[in-house]
């Protein structure tokens, strides 16, 4: 398998690569932003190690940009910046996970891990609950036939209750899920998103087509 590292500081990029390699992984290094966008666009890789503060382009705009151009390899962000604020960005940037330095060898590598088995599961290219479709392939959202606009964590939010409809599922689930374990269980962050998936719903008549499961968590609905 081929990692793409980003990473403009020598001695965590070159840690990182021998790291990966002893883990018999092929490995390619950019140490810029600019290099490190033209090598995801153009390689073939299984996962990518993305920095966030790079010199010319950042990660946040890396992975936003590649996820525009339809690129799907997954994304972690390897980054000193640990507010959620931060982390949240990152994750509407289109990242699948979001790990703070100092870090550990083993976490690291186990993140990547569980990133690699997770792309390689078998999925439904759409999801249909009712009238509600969640096209997987091109990220879209639709209701009825009419289009339902989400930012990339609303998408994965919605996509995770979509494949578990009709079951409660927990605040504590949701975050592992969609936001990964940096989160703090006792953060309102799902409640946030939950809300603001809704109303956009809502925006296009389907009305409580996500319930609060009182003492559990939320449930979507046909």
């Not at 996820?67 to 390899?73: V, W």
Request: charged share 30%; net charge negative; glycine share 8%.
């Amino acid at each position: 398998m081929r990692i793409l590292v980003v990473e403009d500081q020598r001695e965590i990029a070159d840690a990182i690569r021998a790291m990966l390699e002893r883990r018999k992984y092929a490995v390619d290094v950019a140490a810029a932003g600019e290099s490190g966008y033209d090598m995801l666009l153009r390689g073939t890789y299984d996962a990518a190690v993305v920095d966030v503060v790079l010199p010319g382009r950042d990660g946040f705009a890396i992975c936003r940009e590649a996820r525009a151009e339809g690129i799907a390899t997954p994304v972690l962000f390897l980054t000193a910046r640990d507010a959620v604020e931060d982390r949240v960005r990152g994750l509407d940037a289109g990242a699948d996970d979001y790990l703070v330095k100092p870090f550990v060898e083993d976490e690291l590598a186990a993140r990547l891990r569980a990133l690699l088995r997770r792309a390689a599961l078998p999925i439904h290219a759409t999801l249909e609950v009712g009238d509600l479709v969640v096209d997987r392939g091109a990220r879209a959202v639709r209701v009825a036939g009419r289009e339902v606009p989400l930012g990339a964590t609303e998408f994965r939010l919605l996509e995770y209750l979509a494949a578990n409809a009709g079951i409660a599922v927990t605040r504590a689930q949701i975050l592992e899920r969609v936001w990964g374990d940096d989160f703090d269980g006792s953060s309102n962050v799902v409640d946030v998103y939950v809300s603001a998936v809704r109303k956009k719903l809502a925006a296009v008549g389907a009305r409580d087509r996500i319930t609060t499961v009182w003492g559990v968590g939320y449930s979507l609905h046909a």
